[in-house]
Each structure stands twice: as C-alpha cells, then as structure tokens.
C-alpha cells in the first residue's frame, strides 16, 4: 500500500501523506474507508508512530482524511478535500514557474497535465 524510500530527501511523513493522497486521488482509497492504526502502519513500515502520527495530521488539516474518536481515521469525501483548492493552485504555480525556468516546454507541462488528469479525473 504505501512504501517508503529511506534514501530520498524528502521526510518520512511526506511520504506517507503523498503516499495517500496518491491513493485517494487515484479512487485505490474510498470515501469513509479506514486507514491503517498509526501503530500498524508504524509496525509495518518500522518507522516511528510520531511520523504516521504527523502524516496523519496533516492531512487532515488539508481535508483528505477525517478523525473518528476511538475508532481511527478515515477517507474524507472530495468536497471536504477541496477546501485547500487556493493553497493548492498557487503551489500549482510556483512549481509551473520553476519547472519553466529550468527550461521545461509548456507542451511537456500540458502532457503531465493530461497524464494526470487521466489517472485521476475519473473519480467524480
């Protein structure tokens, strides 16, 4: 389900949180399906509860996953996910902005666009 590489630079609990979001986005994750418990997924990935824990956090905060006292987390509906779309878009930009910069052609950028419009715009 989600896997970590121990030699990227970007930190554990990005990984995981990009991990599902991935999931979600790409239907592999339902709308009030459960997570894994912070210590399962901790145990299965060995890798400190802290870390599932912030992962966790943040994607709550963001809207892609909800919190059940006592019973876990679960996968928000797309509407509630859709709160960030402003915080999202100007990521959007600032990562088009660079991606030109570094000498990307805005045909290849609209080819990513459409790949990825593809893996998750069936989902509505």
């Known amino acids: ?14 990984q995981v949180k990009e991990s599902f979001i991935r999931l979600i986005m790409t239907g592999a ?14 145990v299965e990935l060995a890798i400190n509860p802290n870390t599932i ?6 994607m709550e905060s963001e809207g892609y996953i ?15 996910a859709r709160a960030n779309t402003a915080q999202l878009l100007e990521s959007f930009k600032d990562a088009a902005a660079k991606l030109i910069f570094n000498g990307v052609e805005a045909e290849q950028l609209k080819k990513e666009l ?10 509505d």
Do not use: H, W
């Open 29 to 42: 994750l339902k709308p009030d399906e459960q997570l894994p418990s912070v210590r399962e997924l901790a």
């Open 114 to 123: 459409e790949k990825i419009n593809r893996e998750v715009g069936n989902n």
């Open 66 to 80: 909800y919190t059940v006292s006592g019973r876990g987390c679960f996968v928000a509906k797309q509407e509630e």
């Open 53 to 58: 824990q912030r992962a966790y956090r943040e």
């Open 1 to 14: 389900m989600i896997s970590i590489n121990y030699r990227s630079a970007l930190p554990l609990y990005e």
